[in-house]
Structures are given as structure tokens and as C-alpha cells.
């Protein structure tokens, strides 16, 4: 064989490898059109991440609101505190929510 063919073949195993390639990432492009969210489905996703978050910090606020009322004297620890907790609970929600559906 002379260099000429040697040169030959290489270029087409080239545009081979090439060809291959191209139509690899073409499938790619393919497959992330169709599996792309919707607006509905973002909309959905950040709205359940709202909630998860928002509800335990305002049955947080709303026990400890009602659990100071019982008290004679004037008194916010209890709605500071359950307030706080809610925090806390609703952040390991979002976390939680996040790792497990991302």
C-alpha cells in the first residue's frame, strides 16, 4: 500500500468518526426537545416548592400564636420558637423535595 491510500483511508475513517459523532450529539439535541418541561410543569414544580416551605412555617406561627393566647401575661416565645421550627422544617422540605425529584 502507498501513502497515498495509507492518507486515503485515514481521512475517511475521519468523516467516519465524524458522521458518528454528528449524529450522536443530533440525538442528543433530539432527546432534550422532547423531554423538556412545559411552563405548566416549572409552574407546577416551583408552586409544590412554595408550599412545602410556606405551610409548616405558618402552622409553626399559627401553633405558637395560639399556644401564647393560652397565657395570662403578654408572651411571644412560644410563636418565636414554633416560627423558627417551621423555618427549619420547611428549608429540610424543599431539600428533601429537591434531591429526591432533581
Known amino acids: 500500500m ?3 491510500e495509507k492518507d486515503r483511508d485515514t481521512r475517511l475513517d475521519d ?28 409552574t407546577t414544580y416551583l408552586g409544590t416548592l412554595g408550599l412545602l416551605f410556606v405551610v409548616p412555617v405558618a402552622a409553626g406561627a399559627y401553633l405558637g400564636l395560639w399556644i401564647d393566647s393560652r397565657s395570662d401575661e403578654y408572651s411571644v416565645l412560644w410563636t ?11 428549608a429540610l ?3 428533601i423535595f429537591i434531591r429526591t425529584k432533581g
Open 93 to 95: 422540605n424543599v431539600y
Open 2 to 4: 502507498g501513502d497515498g
Open 80 to 90: 418565636i420558637t414554633l416560627l423558627l421550627l417551621g423555618v427549619v422544617i420547611g
Open 15 to 42: 468523516r467516519e468518526t465524524l458522521r458518528r459523532h454528528v449524529e450522536l450529539q443530533a440525538r442528543r439535541i433530539r432527546k432534550a426537545r422532547k423531554e423538556r418541561q412545559t411552563l405548566l410543569a416549572q
